[in-house]
């Protein structure tokens, strides 16, 4: 385990007295060559050496390929962005990279933890890979690898051990940029809003963007952080002058600002629902049943994510002044 990973595993764990084996990484962390490729993705390249598997409208543990994946191939090496919900995910994605460029894999972005988005990290952990990730994403590993850990192996019907998770080797507080030769992408560390840890990531040769799930179409956005921050977070965004992005679930990419659209209004309409329920008096329980959306027919799974986002909500705005 390189140093800088096991000072922060460590200084991560001394906060959660929990005893997690997460941070026990096994021999499995050691460097090891690509395996060969057991699947195909399918890709498009959206914009200039910036490659994305589409994901599909699907339920965590349940379907596969549920979230958008990608890599930006620069002049020295190439950068993976979010790595799938599996290992199976991440090596699909590694054999379309080896099939698009020999250049080597140098980081690899974690937009932020959940899992149809990261527990494929394994698949690239190998000398030369730099794994990179918001400022609170080894704490919110911690709290949640364990069971990721558990309900994957479930779904896979295998064991899966504490080497599927990989923690960031660099953190981002701020911005950082890296540089693949020839294009350099910024990663940026948000505010509270989808998580408490969200990045993205803009490359500067295309000025196409990789939003993760700050931006969701085609699937209806889901509450994990903070309804206002993500509100706000959305407004500056919507400011900068992207030529595409690639959002977190939907198509692989879409026009900006166009493409905040739909999580904006959605989560401003909830949000000035659940604060009427409020000023009204009324429980959470009966919140969660009762407040509908103009918007409940045009996403899948909307039943299946709507409740949870109106008690997240409800929680939160609960306290206001």
Not at 139 to 156: C, F, I, N, P, V
Not at 171 to 190: E, I, K, N, P, Q
Request: aromatic share 6%; proline share 5%.
């Amino acid at each position: 385990m390189p140093a800088d990973r096991e000072k922060l595993a460590a200084r991560v764990a001394a906060l959660l007295p929990l005893g997690l084996g997460i941070f026990a990484l096994s021999s499995a962390d050691a460097a090891s060559p690509p395996e060969p490729c057991p699947t195909r993705a399918d890709i498009a390249e959206v914009a200039s050496g910036i490659f994305v598997r589409a994901g599909r409208a699907g339920i965590v543990f349940e379907d596969d390929a549920v979230a958008n994946v990608g890599f930006v191939v620069g002049e020295r090496c190439v950068a993976v962005v979010d790595t799938g919900g599996s290992v199976a995910e991440g090596r699909a994605l590694d054999c379309e990279i080896r099939a698009v460029t020999d250049r080597p894999v140098c980081f690899v972005i974690n937009t932020h933890v959940h899992p149809d988005h990261m527990l494929g990290n394994a698949a690239f952990r190998r000398d030369g890979v730099e794994f990179i990730g918001h400022a609170k994403l080894p704490r919110a590993m911690a709290l949640r690898g364990d069971t990721y850990l558990q309900r994957a192996a479930k779904s896979e019907g295998r064991e899966l051990d504490a080497s599927h998770i990989v923690m960031p080797d660099r953190t981002v507080t701020d911005t950082v940029a890296l540089d693949l030769g020839g294009r350099t992408l910024t990663v940026r560390a948000h505010r509270s809003a989808h998580t408490d840890h969200d990045v993205s990531v803009v490359d500067d040769r295309t000025n196409a963007a990789f939003v993760g799930d700050l931006t969701f179409l085609e699937h209806v956005p889901v509450i994990d952080g903070s309804i206002n921050g993500w509100i706000a977070e959305l407004d500056a965004l919507k400011l900068e002058e992207l030529a595409v992005v690639v959002p977190g679930h939907g198509p692989p990419s879409a026009g900006w600002p166009a493409a905040a659209e739909p999580t904006a209004q959605y989560l401003s309409e909830l949000r000035e629902r659940v604060r009427a329920w409020i000023s009204r008096g009324g429980d959470l329980a009966s919140a969660q049943v009762k407040i509908e959306h103009s918007r409940s027919n045009e996403w899948p799974l909307f039943g299946f994510y709507h409740q949870r986002n109106v008690g997240a909500a409800y929680a939160e705005l609960e306290w206001e002044d």
